[in-house]
């Protein structure tokens, strides 16, 4: 299997490399993001819990999105592999996801690290919430506080996989389609498990 994490701070690009990655290698694609937003559009127990996190740019606490997870990957009895986006955040999750790999006698393969600035992200949050309406994107303060919350506690996990010898940056402004190049590069030396 080649299950990828794809991380970076919100606005990198994690979905938009994502599509590729998922259509040209037939990965499953697991976003806690986007499933913590379905659940709250369908205004499940979960859902109406994890708003009060999200609303404020926090995180949801990691057994919340742990269990999610937990509970798509049963879903796929045969895969080809998993892209993990918006996941692991701390490491705690990380610690946890491959736990629950080994369960299913896999592993990550690599992880994959979109860098951008600071201000680029901000600007390209603002721009998103403009586009699609999404609360989290649309306030400066919410998003300052997203990067901040990125930086205390989720870098660390880059380095938790860096430990592992499984970390691969990629610089992440210029073209998609050149940093989507740059992605299969680093996926094309990666171990499958
Ligand atoms: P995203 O779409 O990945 O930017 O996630 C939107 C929001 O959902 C985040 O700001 C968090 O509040 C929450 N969230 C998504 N994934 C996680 C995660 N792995 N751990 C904790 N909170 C998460």
């Known amino acids: 299997m080649l299950n990828i994490v794809l991380f970076g701070p919100p606005g990198a690009g994690k979905g938009t490399q994502s599509a590729k990655l998922i259509e040209d290698y037939g990965l499953v694609h697991l976003s806690t993001g986007d499933l913590l937003r379905a659940e709250r559009k369908a ?3 979960l859902g109406i819990k994890a708003n009060q996190y999200i609303e404020k740019g926090n995180l949801v606490p990691d057994e919340v999105v742990i269990g999610m997870i937990e509970n798509k990957i049963k879903e796929y009895p045969n895969p080809k592999g998993f892209i993990f986006d918006g996941f692991p955040r701390t490491v705690p999750q990380a610690e946890a ?8 006698q896999t592993a990550i393969s690599t992880m994959i690290a979109l860098e951008v600035e600071y201000n680029e992200l901000v600007e390209r949050l603002l721009k998103r919430g403009a586009d699609s309406g999404r609360a989290d994107d649309q306030d400066e303060n919410i998003i300052k506080n997203r990067i901040n919350v990125y930086n205390n506690e989720t870098l660390p996990v880059a380095d938790f996989y860096k430990k592992q010898n499984k970390l691969a940056s990629i610089y992440g402004i210029g073209e998609i389609d050149e940093i989507y190049n740059q992605i299969s590069i680093a ?3 990666v171990k499958v498990f």
């Open 97 to 104: 996801l491959d736990v629950l790999l080994a369960h299913h």
């Open 43 to 45: 205004q499940t127990p």
């Open 187 to 189: 996926l094309s030396k």
